[in-house]
């Protein structure tokens, strides 16, 4: 089964940005909806921002604007560039890949404080 590794988290001061990774351990394919989630202690987890349908991008309410995924099918990875960074940004951060079932990543903390 596909393998998916976040990279790109840390610390950062509010207004900067981050940019996180997800490397799949095999090729990936348009057809594939990939995407992140995020999770904070106690609540669920909920989507950031996801490609489905090979072109269609979707955004939380809460991102107006500030981020942008994107992927790179010949390297099989895919990203999420964040900007304008918030306290409220601050979560796990966890990408996922969609086959014939959902494939997580194993969670990368952005933690946004000055």
């Known amino acids: 089964q596909v393998q998916l590794v976040e990279s790109g988290g840390g610390l950062v001061q509010p207004g900067g940005s981050l940019r996180l990774s997800c490397a799949a351990s095999?090729?990936?394919?348009?057809?594939?909806?990939v995407g992140w989630y995020r999770q904070v202690p106690g609540k669920e987890r909920e989507l950031v921002a996801g490609?489905?349908?090979?072109?269609?991008?979707n955004y939380a309410d809460f991102v107006s604007g500030r981020f942008t995924i994107s992927r790179d099918n010949a390297k099989n990875t895919f990203y999420l560039q964040m900007n304008s960074l918030k306290p409220e940004d601050t979560a796990v951060y966890y990408c996922?890949?969609?086959?014939?079932?959902?494939?997580w990543g194993q969670g990368t903390q952005v933690t946004v404080s000055s």
């Open positions: 490609i489905f349908r090979g072109v269609l991008t």
């Open positions: 095999e090729s990936i394919f348009s057809s594939q909806a």
């Open positions: 996922f890949i969609d086959r014939r079932s959902r494939y």
